[in-house]
């Protein structure tokens, strides 16, 4: 398989990363290393040596285990790499005293998605949120910074400029924060409109959710004729776009969300929980998956974002799984997929394979959805009648009786509620005249 190598940036030459994980014994260090390599990668740093040590904790002070940094720093000097990229997050602590062990700049696991992040937004409320996510990373770290700094500059005098800088440089950042989650709300009740705006017009709503990299974009393009950009890289998609397409005359919409990864920085969660809510106000999640991975590596995936989307508040949203990358996959492998999932269509956004199969798919699903439904509206209660036509769902007959208009029309299950005080059974003439 050859990788799509991100071009460093120009005249800059790429950085080369070490990396580090330690996972508890029985951990599955392959799949850990591979996602850290993935995410190293996407960020423009080349691979060029790695250390696992199993253990229950990471030392608190030094990450790995004290007797295992010496043998560290020598892999790390042996490999030549300029940065250590760490498989969690750090404490400070441990941060400066991997750095002081060997001398190098210590890169965790969030600072490393921060960064991709920062690489990739493009949109104002992209490079808001990264920008809040950066910050609420460094404000609890200031004040081990300056000590280590004070440290360093040594001791009486130092102190107290250095204390009261840090007090400016907090206040100036905890500023900052509050400016950004001012600009973020405004931005998202824009957003929030728009949506409305879509709803009012009733036209039904698919997310495509899934982990980063299996192929949503290229589902999203394939599906609607879209040209969003697609790598083969992490995250390459930070802004929600929507798009729509038609099968049997009917509008669909289709949103393209951010990839779930597992252990998202919290930071993030609460910046791009904004981004997913474009994932929550659909009417149906398309849970994309990359069916060419090893078994194991894909029940990750899946179980990782089941447990995001429930994390968001999305648990109760109906979701279908779909497996992509169906093109890379042998006979064999087909059937044992459709065995473990016989519901699951099996798809190649790249090919087409599967996508007539799969617009149907959202089509039945949809029409599952809505109810026939008999509805006696008095005279005297027109608002009824326009709020039932702004739904914009087929009305199928109207006649005028005694007792108001008598319209048989197909609802949204969800709608059918808010009209449940004029519902009536069949042809609806003898209920209306006992009421
Ligand atoms: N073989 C094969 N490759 C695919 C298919 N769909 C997508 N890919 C490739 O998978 C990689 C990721 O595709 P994207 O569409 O960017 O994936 P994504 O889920 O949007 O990724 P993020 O935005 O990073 O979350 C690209 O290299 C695509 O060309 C498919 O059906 N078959
Ligand atoms: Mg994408």
Do not use: C
């Amino acid at each position: 398989m050859t990788l799509h190598q991100p071009s460093p940036a120009p005249g800059a030459e790429p950085e080369h990363g070490f990396l580090l994980a330690v996972l508890p014994k029985g951990a599955d260090a392959e799949s850990e290393l591979a996602e850290l390599r993935e995410l190293a990668r996407t960020a423009g740093v080349v691979p060029v040596g790695e250390m696992v040590q199993h253990r229950d904790q990471p030392d608190r002070r030094s990450y790995v285990g004290k007797g295992k940094l010496a043998g560290l720093e020598d892999a790390f000097v042996a490999s030549g790499a300029d940065v250590l990229l760490v498989d969690g997050e750090l404490e400070p602590t441990q941060q400066r005293t991997l750095e002081n062990a060997l001398d190098a700049r210590v890169v965790d696991r969030t600072l490393l998605i921060l960064d991709i992040f920062a690489q990739h937004a493009v949109s104002a409320e992209g490079k808001l949120q990264v920008e809040l996510a950066q910050l609420e990373y460094q404000l609890p770290r200031m004040r081990g910074m300056w000590r280590h700094l004070e440290r360093l500059g040594g001791g009486v005098g130092t102190r107290g400029p250095g204390e009261s800088q840090l007090e400016t440089d907090r206040r100036l950042a905890r500023r900052r924060v509050s400016q950004l989650r001012e600009r973020l709300r405004a931005l998202r009740s824009q957003r929030a409109v728009r949506r409305k705006e879509r709803s009012r017009s009733e036209t039904p709503t698919v997310a495509l959710a899934g982990y980063t990299n299996v192929g949503k974009s290229t589902l999203l393009n394939a599906l609607t004729g879209a040209d969003v950009s697609i790598e083969n890289r992490l995250f390459e998609t930070l802004d929600p776009t929507t798009r729509d397409f038609d099968h049997d005359g009917k509008r669909y919409l289709v949103t393209d969300t951010v990839g779930f990864i597992r252990r998202l920085p919290t930071q993030l969660v609460e910046g791009f929980a904004s981004t997913l809510e474009e994932t929550l106000v659909a009417d149906l999640v398309l849970h994309v998956v990359d069916a060419s991975l090893p078994e194991d590596a894909m029940h990750e995936q899946i179980a990782a974002v089941d447990a995001v989307l429930a994390d968001i508040g999305g648990g109760e949203l109906p979701v279908e799984l779909v497996l992509n990358k169906a093109d890379r996959l042998d006979p064999l492998a087909r059937r044992r997929l459709a065995n473990r999932f016989p519901q699951a269509l099996q798809i190649s956004a790249a090919t087409g394979e599967g996508l007539d199969a799969l617009r149907g798919r959202i089509a039945d699903l949809f029409a599952d959805r809505f109810e026939d439904v008999r509805l006696l509206v008095p005279y005297d209660e027109g608002r009824v009648l326009s709020d039932l036509y702004a739904l914009g769902a087929p009305i199928d007959d109207r006649s005028d009786t005694e007792h108001g208009v008598l319209i048989r029309a197909r609802l949204p299950h969800r709608e059918v509620r808010r009209f449940a005080a004029y519902l009536v059974a069949g042809d609806g003439l003898e209920t209306a005249a006992t009421t």
